[in-house]
């Protein structure tokens, strides 16, 4: 079980190596990509811990990780292409 779970957040390096440790953090990055996990996080979070710019810092670094890293299969990446640019453009930094 620790084999699957652990590291679906891909954090540090740490890959899962089976299927279905690839396959919990896909659905996970698509959760997030797909639902509004960044505003949640932001209603729950951004008046105690982060101002507004390290909150977007921190949406930038886990929309990164989300698509880049998490989203093991190709068909599932492309699928959420539209939705990561979208949210990237919303959560610019600029």
């Avoid at 509004?36 to 921190?58: I, N, V």
């Avoid at 998490?70 to 610019?92: G, T, W, Y």
């Amino acid at each position: 079980m620790d084999v699957i779970i652990a590291p679906h957040s891909c954090r540090n390096g740490n890959l899962p190596q089976t299927v279905e440790g690839k396959i919990l953090a896909t659905a996970d990055a698509i959760t997030h990509l797909s639902k509004d996990f960044y505003l949640q996080f932001a209603w729950m979070h951004l008046p105690e811990e982060k101002t507004y710019t390290e909150y977007k810092e921190w949406v930038n670094e886990k929309l990164n990780r989300d698509f880049n890293i998490k989203l093991f299969f190709p068909e599932i990446k492309a699928e959420m292409k539209d939705r990561h640019e979208a949210l990237i453009e919303v959560f610019s930094i600029a």
